[in-house]
């Protein structure tokens, strides 16, 4: 079982910055591949990035490529999300998940676990 919490979302002006961050329970977080994704009212969970077990891959929504990094520290059982240069259709709930999957994935359906997600609002 992992448990996940993520925190740092918040109210931001557009070119703005947030970080936001996903703890996550147990003692096995590094055999996990992390993604963050992100939800607005009435739309699909959408990939935002994805970060392998190890932290050598990553990948990246075309959307936020070159704003977006993700990190992550196994010693702290941790994933970031750096946003930068924030838009307001960035706006939406952000949630981390953690996927068994042999590679790393951008399908929510293949994540086992989800955190409660956090609100990122972008004023223009």
């Known amino acids: 079982q992992v448990q996940l919490v993520e925190s740092g979302g918040g109210l931001v002006q557009a070119g703005g910055s947030l970080r936001l961050s996903c703890a996550a329970s147990?003692?096995?977080?590094?055999?996990?591949?992390m993604g963050w994704f992100r939800q607005a009212p009435g739309k699909e969970r959408d990939f935002v990035a994805v970060?392998?077990?190890?932290?050598?891959?990553?990948n990246y929504a075309d959307s936020v490529k070159g704003r977006f990094t993700i990190s992550r520290d196994n010693a702290k059982n941790t994933v970031y999300l750096q946003m930068n240069i924030l838009k307001p259709e960035d706006t939406a709930v952000y949630y981390c998940?953690?996927?068994?999957?042999?590679?790393?994935?951008?399908?929510?359906?293949?994540?086992?676990?989800w955190g409660q997600g956090t609100q990122v609002t972008v004023s223009s």
């Open positions: 998940g953690a996927t068994g999957a042999m590679v790393v994935t951008t399908t929510p359906s293949l994540y086992n676990y």
């Open positions: 147990g003692r096995t977080f590094s055999r996990y591949h």
């Open positions: 970060i392998s077990d190890r932290g050598g891959t990553t």
